[in-house]
């Protein structure tokens, strides 16, 4: 009887020992089998509740780290086309106000239209002015992102310092 009690209680322990041991090292797909109703049997299903656990929250973390990088991709592409528009618009603007100066050259009596192009020019400057302020408002909000994103990445790292920390009391 106390042969069966001990080993019992030996192949309990080393359970538990192996599956202390897959879990520290980062093997948490392995479920922990738990049928007794003893002190053993709660610990394994104890071991078992942490490890469903701990898969559940790495899991969680990976998403939304997942979610963060795919609008961060979103946000750089974004301004990636706002930035090529508006040098479009920069372009044509150029343009637009090199022909109004060989206009305003060339003939002298339609200065008025000249003046009128002027100010279509000026207007076009300070859409462009304004555009720009958007891209460097866009650019910190991707600076914010990556901040996030880092601390995100630092929780990680954090969580996976404690699910593969070694165990000591072996």
């Known amino acids: 009887m106390t042969l069966v009690l001990l080993r019992h209680l ?3 322990f080393q359970l538990a020992d192996e599956t ?4 520290a090292a980062g093997n948490l797909s392995q479920v922990v089998p738990h049928t007794g ?13 942490m490890r469903s656990n701990l898969n559940h929250v790495i899991g969680q973390v990976r998403h939304g780290s997942d979610a963060i990088a795919s609008a961060a991709s979103e946000v750089a592409n974004g301004t990636l086309d706002l930035s090529n528009r508006t040098e479009q618009q920069a372009s ?4 637009t106000a090199s022909a109004s ?9 339609n200065a008025d239209n000249a003046s009128q192009a002027n100010q ?3 207007s076009a400057s ?13 650019v910190r909000t991707m600076e914010t992102i990556n901040t996030s994103s880092r601390k995100i990445s630092d929780i990680i790292s954090v969580i996976d310092g404690i699910a593969f920390r070694p165990t000591s009391w072996r």
């Open 37 to 49: 109703t003893d002190e053993i049997g709660h610990l394994l299903g104890q071991m078992e509740s």
């Open 120 to 122: 279509l020019a000026m």
């Open 126 to 138: 300070t859409l462009a002015t304004r555009g720009g302020a958007v891209v460097s408002q866009v």
């Open 20 to 23: 202390a041991t897959a879990i």
């Open 10 to 12: 030996r192949s309990g």
């Open 101 to 109: 100066e060989e206009l305003t050259g060339t003939v002298q009596q």
């Open 92 to 95: 044509s603007l150029e343009q």
